[in-house]
């Protein structure tokens, strides 16, 4: 089945400096890479997602791309703020998976003021 | 307003009881996804509902089960509980057309003493 790896696990930065996010992928046929940021004790609530078909996608000061034949994508997030700090989890899905999500462990990112 | 619905949001068992956790999908969904979260960890798939059978199941043991109702809801039940279950049980909701579509409710904490 498809494994998801994430790294790092936490990541500090100084408010207004970007943050980078990765995660690699197992599964070739895996088509769409969905973020989720979660905050302390609440649901985790999607961010942005990028299909197979596309290599970068951009909403406001995030970004995600897409490397299929390195299978890896990666979150950008440009000039943080304070309420950027939260657990951020990437995931994929197979189709031959169906309606199932595999996450990676997840990245505590911290943005001190 | 996320639109899934879960409850209770916190339940406190002991070991070796039984547990009923209930998720209500956001409306026009007719899949229902279980997750488990273990403290610092990414979500882990358990099980997948739609037409009211189980399609898919994540390794867990069969103490956990589940059912969907007819009007979509569904519940997830776990027998013999150990301190190991003590987790947030999250729900998601999507269609089976599309997966782009998936939204978690706020879960249930389970704390097994």
């Known amino acids: 089945g498809e494994n998801v790896e994430q790294h790092p696990s936490t990541l500090s930065v100084q408010e207004g400096d970007s943050a980078v996010i990765k995660c690699t992928y197992s599964?070739?046929?895996?088509?769409?890479f969905p973020w989720y940021k979660q905050e302390l004790g609440k649901r985790p609530q999607l961010i942005i997602d990028i299909r197979s078909n596309v290599g970068e996608k951009k909403d406001q000061r995030i970004a995600v791309t897409l490397n299929k034949t390195a299978k890896h994508f990666s979150l950008h997030i440009t000039e943080t703020q304070p309420e950027d700090s939260a657990v951020y989890f990437c995931a994929a899905n197979s189709p031959y998976a169906g309606n199932k999500l595999t996450f990676g462990g997840g990245t505590r990112v911290l943005v001190k003021p | 307003d996320a639109g899934v619905t879960q409850s209770p949001t916190h339940l406190i068992k002991t070991r070796g009881q039984q547990v009923t956790l209930r998720c209500s999908p956001k409306s026009g969904h007719d899949t229902v996804s279980w997750y488990q979260q273990a403290l610092g960890q990414g979500p882990q798939f358990i099980f997948q509902y739609y037409e009211e059978e189980e399609r898919q199941r994540g390794n867990f043991p069969d103490r956990f089960s589940g059912h969907q109702f007819p009007n979509y809801s569904s519940e997830l039940n776990v027998n013999a509980l150990l301190l190991g279950d003590s987790a947030l049980y999250l729900c998601a909701s999507s269609s089976v057309e599309r997966i782009y579509g998936y939204t978690f409710g706020s879960g249930t904490r389970l704390t097994v003493v």
């Open positions: 599964d070739s046929a895996s088509n769409y």
